[in-house]
């Protein structure tokens, strides 16, 4: 038995259903910081967000305040927001450029992009101290661990563990799609992102991500007005409608067709959804793209990756990724009830620039948090927070399909689009961590 905190971890997680205090319990949340979220790895930015010497950028690791920043020699680094003097915030701001060193504001120590001691005024006065220049107390903390995949920045505040690839796995092909749809081999941010403050659990988002459900339910009436205008638009122009109408009348798709795509569950509970958008419609612009990815990589190449058949990749427990159309949500929970997701959208390196509008285009139509499709996530995220609140009833039904999926070698492959695989293997993975060092 696992017991944390006054609570039974094993008695939390059933194979087809979780006990409400999962999201509810601020008991429960402070024990995810602890093991889950401090002890795996969790995404960071991506290294194009720091092109120069002396770039930064502050986030959160679970209650952790980070800085990445990148230094004289190129490299980028992972460290903890703290001066080691007396403890104030290094980098009080979101981001910007230190120049040679960080400066505290405070005392006016100084340090490197690195962490290492810079200067120190009046530095005499710790002669004969217990402390030097030279040790671990006098620099600013590094992340236990850091590690880049295709330029994607991860930390883990834990020393032990797998190495970010490993860890990583299936999930790998979240930023290997990405980059590869680049002529160039690589992507790079664009320098900002939307910001939401989401009033509900961080688990409740990452669940709806890959729930093949709920799209013609929740989005019925945004995929039902896109779907007549395309009529129209038809109608009067004798014209296919631009493809940004498709994105928002894929979500009148039948359940049939949900049902028909399939999820791949991988360990420490990443998992991907089959594509289901048409994505590669025989306009001009596409036709340009593909002629400048075949030139790039060869036809065969070019066909291949162009062919990767995944519309979402899930990173538990920190990303929602869409490669095929460069965005990215990263999870920073602030609390059992409020969590920040942050996102980003990224730039193919070598594309038309059309390309770019054309995924530009979701990330506002979809994404952002101004559409309808947002909207209407962010009252059921909220509503469900609201309902596991109440008294209404211990548990929470992930029996869909329990017991059918298959399972081979720890890599679970749905039977239907709309089993609820996605969740139970995320929650595998939570009470995994959840028990460790019980």
């Not at 002890?39 to 980070?66: A, C, L």
């Not at 990815?293 to 291949?304: C, D, I, L, N, P």
């Not at 920073?332 to 594309?351: N, Q, S, V, Y």
Request: one cysteine or more.
């Amino acid at each position: 038995m696992n017991t944390n905190g006054g609570f039974d971890v094993d008695r939390l997680v059933e194979p087809d259903r979780v006990h409400r205090a999962c999201y509810t319990d601020e008991a429960v949340f402070d024990l995810e910081m602890e093991r889950l979220f401090h002890k795996s790895w969790i995404y960071v930015g991506h290294e194009s967000q720091v092109p120069n010497p002396g770039d930064f950028w502050t986030t959160m690791i679970g209650k952790q305040r980070m800085i990445m920043s990148r230094g004289d020699d190129g490299r980028v680094h992972v460290l903890y927001n703290r001066c080691p003097h007396r403890g104030a915030l290094l980098c009080p701001e979101q981001h910007g450029n230190a120049g040679k060193a960080f400066r505290c504001s405070y005392h006016a120590w100084q340090f490197y992009m690195d962490g290492s001691v810079r200067q120190i005024p009046v530095r005499d006065g710790y002669d004969n101290t217990r402390l030097s220049m030279d040790s671990p107390d006098a620099r600013v903390k590094p992340a236990e661990r850091s590690g880049s995949y295709r330029g994607f920045v991860f930390a883990s505040l834990s020393a032990d563990g797998p190495d970010l690839e490993t860890w990583l796995g299936g999930a790998r092909v979240a930023f290997d799609d990405m980059c590869d749809r680049a002529p160039d081999g690589e992507v790079e941010v664009v320098p900002n992102c939307f910001r939401v403050v989401q009033k509900s659990n961080w688990k409740i988002f990452l669940e709806n991500q890959l729930d093949a459900l709920h799209p013609s339910i929740t989005h019925e009436s945004t995929g039902v007005a896109a779907s007549a205008v395309e009529r129209d638009y038809e109608d009067r122009t004798g014209e296919k409608p631009p493809m940004s109408y498709g994105m928002l009348s894929a979500f009148s798709l039948p359940f049939e067709k949900w049902d028909s795509l399939e999820t791949v569950g991988f360990p420490h509970g990443h998992c991907i959804l089959q594509g289901y958008m048409g994505l590669r419609p025989r306009d001009p612009d596409t036709l340009e793209y593909e002629a400048v990815m075949e030139k790039a990589y060869g036809k065969e190449r070019a066909q291949e990756i162009l062919g990767v058949n995944i519309h979402h990749v899930l990173v538990y427990p920190c990303l929602s990724v869409q490669s095929p159309l460069q965005q990215l949500r990263a999870v920073r929970p602030l609390g059992a009830d409020r969590t920040l997701t942050e996102i980003w959208h990224f730039r193919l390196k070598g594309a038309p620039e059309a390309i770019y509008r054309r995924a530009l285009a979701y990330y506002y139509h979809v994404n952002s948090p101004s559409t309808m499709v947002n909207a209407d996530d962010l009252h059921n995220f909220w509503s469900c927070h609201q309902g596991l609140q109440l008294d209404g009833g211990e548990w929470v039904s992930f029996h869909r399909n329990a017991g059918q999926d298959t399972e081979t070698d720890g890599v679970i492959t749905s039977v239907t689009g709309m089993s609820e695989a996605p969740m139970r293997n995320q929650f595998r993975a939570w009470k995994e961590y959840m028990a460790a060092g019980a």
